[in-house]
């Protein structure tokens, strides 16, 4: 049984989110908040497999209950469903941790079966959102192409190589023997260098300039 926690900050898209999960057999809500600092209290009452999390909500919005959440380490996936038009909060979700998103005009079937990716270590992500999210990336990633790799530190190149390979913040500080902290910190830092804005245009920049293989070794 895969158990989720719903968070949304309308009374009617939480039942209906609710019914529709609890309609099938492998499914099961254990949790419903209406904005993000419940979700992030329900995550660790009940450390379900996935949390849908919508991204506009009051007191903590959908962006940092995912940064809390996947912060935490509670092996809970974070699934955004949100609206078309959100496109710089998908983008900050996605920064913050979230491994995919739909939108809420999805099919019923289309958000069941994300969920259920979700669970088995997927990344449900809506087609016609991501288009536009990578044309807007792409564009951003374009205007930095003067700037050299020669910009960045010894450090922060090693990171900018394992996040082209698909690691994760956790998984990084693992292999370099550094903090969490400390790479998200070169991470920023690197950002700032390169004058991208977040995860996925960092790696599309060190694509372009050739910045691959492996980096190892604490330091």
Do not use: C
């Not at 049984?1 to 309609?23: K, N, P, Q, W, Y």
């Not at 419903?32 to 419940?38: H, K, L, M, T, Y």
């Not at 910009?151 to 394992?162: D, I, Q, T, Y």
């Amino acid at each position: 049984m895969i158990r989720v926690v719903v968070a949304d900050d309308h009374a009617v898209v939480r039942r209906g989110l609710t019914g529709l999960i609890e309609s099938t057999d492998d499914l099961e809500v254990v949790g419903v908040a209406r904005d993000g600092s419940e979700a992030v209290d329900l995550v660790r009452e009940h450390r379900p497999d996935v949390a849908v999390m919508d991204l506009q909500m009051p007191v903590l919005d959908g962006v940092e209950a995912t940064r809390a959440i996947v912060g935490e380490a509670t092996g809970t996936e974070v699934l955004v469903l949100t609206s078309f038009s959100d496109f710089a909060r998908i983008d900050a979700a996605i920064e913050a941790g979230a491994v995919g998103y739909l939108l809420k005009d999805a099919e019923p079937e289309v958000l069941l079966d994300g969920i259920r990716a979700v669970a088995r270590g997927g990344s449900p992500l809506d087609p016609r959102a991501a288009r536009r999210l990578l044309s807007r990336r792409s564009t951003v990633a374009a205007e930095s192409e003067d700037v050299e790799v020669s910009a960045l530190s010894p450090r922060e190149a090693e990171v900018l190589r394992l996040v082209v390979e698909g690691l994760l913040n956790k998984q990084i500080a693992q292999r370099l023997g550094i903090t969490e902290r400390t790479v998200k910190a070169h991470l920023t830092s690197a950002y700032q260098r390169i004058g991208v804005a977040d995860r996925t245009q960092a790696a599309l920049w060190a694509q372009r300039h050739d910045l691959g293989g492996s980096a190892t070794g604490p330091g």
